[in-house]
């Protein structure tokens, strides 16, 4: 019999993807978009598979991931019909852990990762969907490459036939929302400029918003966002 502290955070997840989605249609709305435009990632690190399977009985069926060795486990052990995505920073001896499970890599944030994807998919004989992460924010603290590299990589990324870029990613500072704000807006203006000169289509996904900030981040253009702790909290 499960102890009443784990049917109550069971319990709750239906009740908090619920009341997230809420706030996702009133956050989209303000942009002038609907909810059904936005994809939600479920941030299962650290999460039970009886959690995510509790998610997934909710109508979650995308679930982001930090780390590849746990990412590798719940992709081998959960069943077909989810989709996956590696959001943690990768590291390139981990990248056989992750390429041609993950439906799209956010992180990614080196011209020499972006080759490490694309000889691995290769091998594999699949072209793996990536982001690439931008630092908008400059912190020392945060991976991601420099705004002023991003036009560059993305021209190497675009040459490689064994990746399909789909957009951007950030992690804003762990400060207030609306003190977030510009950081979200300097990507969604980074987007916007590298769309005068490459396909709109290489650029469609703004991945960028978590527990803290996501309302913000819809604000100013996120068409992905990636909530764990209001999801799985108790």
């Known amino acids: 019999m ?6 109550k955070r069971l319990g709750n997840i239906t009740q908090n993807l619920e009341s997230i989605w809420q706030r996702i249609e009133r956050a989209a709305a303000i942009s002038g978009r609907d909810a059904k435009d936005i994809t939600l990632v479920a941030v299962s690190k650290n999460r039970s598979i009886e959690e995510i399977r509790k998610a997934t009985e909710a109508g979650q069926m995308v679930f982001g991931e930090n780390r590849a060795q746990e990412f590798r486990e719940k992709v081998e052990v959960l069943e077909a019909g989810l989709e996956w995505h590696f959001i943690g920073h990768l590291q ?8 041609g499970k993950a439906d799209l890599i956010h992180s990614v944030d080196s011209r020499r990762l972006v080759e490490s994807i694309a000889s691995r998919a290769q091998e594999l004989g699949i072209i793996q969907p990536i982001l690439l992460q931008v630092n908008v924010s400059s912190e020392a603290s945060k991976f991601g490459m420099a705004e002023e590299e991003t036009s560059a990589i993305l021209e190497y990324a675009l040459v490689k036939p064994a990746v399909k870029v789909r957009g951007l990613m950030t992690i804003a500072p762990l ?13 969604r203006e980074l987007r916007d400029s590298l769309g ?16 803290q900030d996501f309302e913000v981040a819809l604000e100013e253009g996120a068409n992905m966002v990636r909530i764990g702790t209001a999801i799985f909290a108790t």
């Open 2 to 7: 499960k102890q009443p502290a784990v049917r």
């Open 196 to 211: 005068r000169d490459y396909p709109p289509q290489d650029l469609e996904v703004l991945s960028m918003g978590m527990t």
């Open 175 to 187: 400060v207030e929302a609306e003190h977030a704000r510009d950081c979200f807006r300097r990507l």
């Open 92 to 99: 390139r001896n981990k990248v056989n852990m992750v390429v």
